[in-house]
């Protein structure tokens, strides 16, 4: 990872189901935190403005910006590093890489390909993927314990499961948005 880009503890990955909360949730969140632009609803020039309006968000409130794309698409794009599946994550000078895993299979892999972090999931049931099996706490532990790579906790999580936990890196979607939705609405 390059030595000026830290990675973020805390992770707030967008989608449509947030994004009429995203400017207050990005505004919520701890300083230096990071934002993993996923918004896969959209498509061409219109995801491309959306993401252009949530990096300058992010980046005012002193955060991290991820595309959920090709480390090739998030440098031309300007963000700060690329996130998907490790066969989109070729090696880019200055970008953070950040992997998704599900399983021992797909984390090993990320480990071995260096990437920056590792995002694995589920660790608590999920609307993102109903009905798939969660790993729980323990199982979580057990996968993340096989890497020295930081391992981000995601599915479910929350600040309370975090901190229940005893796990400084996560991730969520509703679980940072939920918040803001519940004071506008």
């Known amino acids: 990872m390059p030595d000026d880009q830290p990675l973020p503890r805390v992770w707030l990955l967008t989608d449509a189901r947030n994004d ?3 400017d207050q949730a990005i505004s919520a969140l701890p300083p230096g935190s990071g934002v993993v632009f996923r918004h896969y609803h959209l498509s061409g020039h219109e995801r491309q403005d959306r993401f252009a309006g949530i990096a300058a968000a992010a980046r005012a409130a002193g955060h ?3 595309l959920s794309a090709s480390a090739d698409e998030a440098a031309a794009w300007g963000a700060d590093g690329a996130y998907g599946p490790l066969e ?3 090696p880019s000078a200055g970008l953070l890489r950040l992997a ?3 399983d021992r299979r797909e984390l090993l892999a990320a480990a071995a390909a260096r990437v920056d972090g590792i995002f694995l ?5 999920t609307r993102s993927h109903p009905g798939a099996p ?3 706490p323990d199982g979580f532990k057990e996968l993340a314990s096989l890497t020295r790579v930081p391992v981000i906790a995601l599915g479910g999580m929350t600040a309370a499961r975090a901190r229940a936990m005893g796990w400084p890196r996560w991730g969520a979607i509703d679980g940072l948005a939920a918040k803001v939705r ?3 609405g």
């Open 88 to 90: 989109r994550l070729a």
């Open 182 to 184: 519940s004071r506008s």
């Open 64 to 66: 991290r910006v991820v």
């Open 121 to 125: 999931s589920p660790v608590f049931p």
């Open 134 to 136: 969660a790993l729980g």
């Open 100 to 102: 998704a895993a599900h």
């Open 20 to 22: 009429a909360v995203l």
